[in-house]
Nanobody
Framework: VQLVESGGDSVRTGGSLRLSCAASEYTAGRHCMAWSRQAPGKEREGVVVITAEGKTSYADSVEGRFTVSKDNAKNTLYLQMNSLQPEDSGMYYC???????????????????????WGQGTQVTVS
């Protein structure tokens, strides 16, 4: 599956953005998916994982501010980001893995390397 992210931008502290991740094939019920981010000089960190059934797990740092959703008709994953802070800045990546290889959300949130399919990323800058 090929993934293409969009929606990154530069925003003020407290602002909002919605990121999109368009998948090349139908993912509903077939893949678990995730958003991860990487700031300069830091390791990639999981932001949220969503199962094929739609169950979600968020990193503590974004819980209550970020919301993931899927539009299965459009094969698109979204990340609504509110109350953005400078520490949210970074490259945001969409990832997917086939259902048979998906394990618990919390484990995959901490192990982004378990996802085999990645987009090219979209830059978010908060200042």
């Amino acid at each position: 599956v090929q993934l293409v992210e969009s929606g990154g931008d530069s925003v003020r502290t407290g602002g909002s953005l919605r990121l999109s991740c368009a998948a090349s094939e139908y993912t509903a019920g077939r893949h678990c998916m995730a958003w991860s981010r990487q700031a300069p000089g830091k390791e990639r960190e999981g932001v949220v994982v969503i199962t094929a059934e739609g169950k979600t797990s968020y990193a503590d740092s974004v819980e209550g501010r970020f919301t993931v959703s899927k539009d299965n008709a459009k094969n698109t994953l979204y990340l609504q980001m509110n109350s953005l802070q400078p520490e949210d800045s970074g490259m945001y990546y969409c990832a997917a893995e086939t259902l048979s290889r998906c394990v618990s959300n919390w484990y995959m949130l901490s192990r982004s390397d378990l996802f085999r399919y990645w987009g090219q990323g979209t830059q978010v800058t908060v200042s």
